[in-house]
């Protein structure tokens, strides 16, 4: 079954620190990972996209990193602030004939308190 | 350019009635997805439209369930004799080709519909 798993489920951390999200898929075919950040009743925005060639991505204070072989990807928020506080979603992009499906995590809530 | 529209945002519906959810696209985006994301849960697709066609519906419950995309118009996803399990955050996406490695989909803000 097509999964994406996150961890940690939740995370609080001081504003200014750095901080690291965790996410596993089992997805096939794979074609390609995104990170969303979806504030407190709005819907996920892009942070960012990779395909299977790449293996780190970067966003101002967001980085992404991939390992196909592995099956692992992490987001990295630098100098974290207030405004961080949200869920971040990973999203495995299912290669199907007419495209491809998105398939989301259950996300990883992250309050950043000063 | 205004982004992916919903309406409404909040959407209270009594057991047994009918909930009609609109989804206007960004402009020019003729591919349209809807998800549903239940409390703690992440999104979980429900079906794919491309202006008047349904192109995967696999996510969407056989009965009461109902998605359209006409050619003018909003995308409507229509649930009939609402049941309390119904009760979850509605999310419309498009995007401007199908999804492919580096398409782009930008989320509306949700319909939250309520049933009591």
């Known amino acids: 079954k097509n999964q994406v798993e996150q961890s940690p489920q939740s995370l609080i951390i001081l504003e200014g620190k750095n901080c690291t999200l965790q996410?596993?898929?089992?997805?096939?075919?794979?074609?390609?990972l995104r990170w969303y950040k979806q504030d407190t009743g709005r819907g996920p925005v892009s942070l960012t996209i990779?395909?299977?060639?790449?293996n780190t991505k970067s966003n101002g204070r967001y980085t992404a990193t991939l390992d196909a072989d592995t099956k692992q990807s992490s987001l990295h928020i630098t100098a974290s602030q207030l405004s961080d506080s949200a869920s971040y979603i990973c999203?495995?992009?299912?290669?199907?004939?007419?495209?491809?499906?998105?398939?989301f995590g259950a996300g990883t809530i992250l309050r950043v308190k000063s | 350019n205004a982004g992916v529209m919903q309406n409404p945002r909040h959407l209270v519906r009594r057991r047994g009635q009918e909930a009609r959810l609109r989804c206007s696209p960004m402009?020019?985006?003729?591919?349209v997805y809807w998800y549903r994301q239940l409390p703690e849960e992440g999104l979980k697709f429900m079906v794919y439209?491309?202006?008047?066609?349904?192109?995967?519906e696999s996510g969407m419950p056989k009965e009461r369930f109902s998605a359209e995309f006409p050619k003018e118009g909003p995308s409507i996803l229509r649930i009939q004799q609402v049941v309390r399990g119904d009760s979850a955050a509605y999310f419309c996406?498009?995007?401007?080709?199908?999804?492919?490695?580096?398409?782009?989909?930008?989320f509306g803000q949700g319909t939250r519909l309520t049933v009591v």
């Open positions: 439209l491309q202006k008047e066609n349904i192109i995967d």
């Open positions: 990779m395909t299977f060639s790449e």
């Open positions: 996410c596993n898929y089992t997805v096939s075919p794979f074609s390609n």
């Open positions: 402009k020019g985006h003729s591919h």
């Open positions: 999203v495995v992009s299912e290669g199907m004939e007419y495209g491809n499906k998105l398939v």
């Open positions: 996406a498009s995007s401007l080709t199908a999804m492919n490695l580096n398409t782009e989909a930008f």
